[in-house]
């Protein structure tokens, strides 16, 4: 059964340092979502993509973040200046359309010292 | 704004025992549901979704949910459950009228006593 794949499954990073999260959706999906979950808070949605452009981001997704599909299969996240708040894990989505269901990668745990 | 809420922070059921696990949320829209679950370490795996049609949908794992549009309810259930079924679940929610992102509850953690 096809899946969302993520690497790597944890980075630790220092404050400050620039990181990149990535992710392979499944191979027939169009849309791409990254979402993050601070340690016992609430998955929270960050930025949607679709056809090489942002489609809809929130409030958190500010200056720092940048999305980016660089070839056919992966979808990447980065984190230009990291800071101890964004610690957390970052889980990678994928649907076929909009309103259709969102398939989860297994996320990546991010540790900013 | 939109908001899920799942009022069980915790659950503790017996093995072989049923399952009721609640969701409500706040949408200015039609809706369509999801329930997650995740074990520890995991990433989400998708349990089942409404999107239309039959109000009581089925999904993996021998779970199933219901959903009551007039309570504004999306409530999961399994009559049975099994020791492997210990995992956290959330409900998300989302509408065509919010663009693509699900709004996620704060989960509800099961623990399955033997």
């Known amino acids: 059964e096809p899946e969302v794949t993520q690497t790597p499954s944890h980075q630790v990073t220092q404050m400050g340092q620039e990181v990149i999260l990535r992710c392979v959706p499944i191979?027939?999906?169009?849309?791409f979502y990254w979402y993050r979950q601070i340690l016992g808070q609430k998955v929270e949605f960050l930025v949607s993509?679709?056809?090489?452009?942002?489609?809809?981001k929130s409030e958190i997704f500010d200056d720092q973040f940048s999305v980016e599909r660089p070839d056919g299969s992966n979808f990447t996240l980065k984190i230009r200046s990291t800071k101890l708040e964004d610690s957390a894990m970052y889980f990678c989505?994928?649907?076929?359309?909009?309103?259709?269901?969102?398939?989860f990668g297994p996320g990546t745990r991010l540790t900013v010292t | 704004a939109q908001s899920v809420t799942q009022p069980d922070i915790h659950i503790t059921v017996s093995e072989g025992a049923s399952l009721e696990l609640r969701c409500n949320y706040s949408?200015?829209?039609?809706?369509?549901l999801f329930w997650y679950v995740q074990s520890p370490g995991q990433g989400l795996q998708l349990l089942l979704k409404?999107?239309?049609?039959?109000?009581l949908v089925q999904g993996i794992k021998g779970f199933e949910a219901e959903f009551k549009r007039s309570q504004s309810s999306f409530n999961l259930r399994k009559p049975s459950v099994h020791w492997s079924d210990a995992a956290e679940y959330f409900c998300?929610?989302?509408?065509?009228?919010?663009?693509?992102?699900?709004?996620f509850g704060a989960g509800t953690i099961l623990r399955v006593k033997s």
């Open positions: 993509f679709y056809n090489n452009e942002i489609s809809e």
């Open positions: 989505a994928s649907s076929v359309y909009p309103s259709y269901e969102q398939y």
């Open positions: 949408y200015g829209a039609t809706p369509y």
């Open positions: 409404y999107f239309s049609g039959d109000t």
């Open positions: 191979s027939n999906h169009l849309y």
């Open positions: 998300a929610v989302g509408a065509k009228e919010y663009g693509n992102k699900l709004v």
